[in-house]
């Protein structure tokens, strides 16, 4: 086998281990877009444990391909960035979201993604994006099961002050 094969064998296993570790992936066009954006871009991925790429569309292909994903064939025409969210499903879709929005780019846009297996549209995608991440919704649980705790802190103390005063 010739050592080109080899090489994009090689790259076909690391995406399939990068979907296969992803929670979330989301593919865009990223036409048009500016060395300094695409920098912005992946430094704000960085910082959000978020990993942003660009892959030759058919090597994607085949790598889905392995792991018994279809849907997504008509995605993967033209320059295609991949971002993978690692640690939570909404990473991926929310840091591209932002990004978008807070440059007020038109030059990258969102054609769709998976999370787990499932083929996500753009829809979905922007969904996924609005959704609370899993720290914002453990803190919201915890806001309100010690919410209760500290009424009745208070309440507590109220009885407490009006006993003295007594």
Do not use: W
Not at 6 to 19: C, D, G, R, S, Y
Not at 108 to 137: C, N, Y
């Amino acid at each position: 086998m010739s050592s080109n094969l080899e090489a994009k064998k090689q790259v076909v296993a690391e995406i399939v281990e990068k979907l296969k570790n992803a929670e979330s992936m989301v593919i865009c066009s990223y036409s048009g877009l500016t060395v300094e954006q695409v920098t912005a871009l992946r430094k704000q991925c960085r910082e959000n444990d978020v990993h942003y790429c660009v892959l030759k569309n058919r090597l994607v292909y085949r790598a889905l391909q392995e792991l018994g994903i279809e849907g997504l064939d008509s995605l993967l025409e033209g320059p295609n960035a991949f971002v993978f969210g690692d640690k939570d499903v909404t990473a991926a879709p929310k840091n591209i979201s932002t990004f978008i929005e807070k440059n007020k780019l038109t030059s990258l846009e969102i054609k769709g993604g998976l999370m787990g297996k499932e083929v996500m549209d753009v829809a979905a995608v922007k969904a996924l994006a609005a959704t609370p991440s899993r720290d914002e919704l453990l803190a919201t649980m915890v806001g309100c099961l010690v919410s209760p705790v500290s009424a009745l802190v208070s309440v507590l103390e109220q009885i407490a002050e009006k006993k003295e005063a007594a």
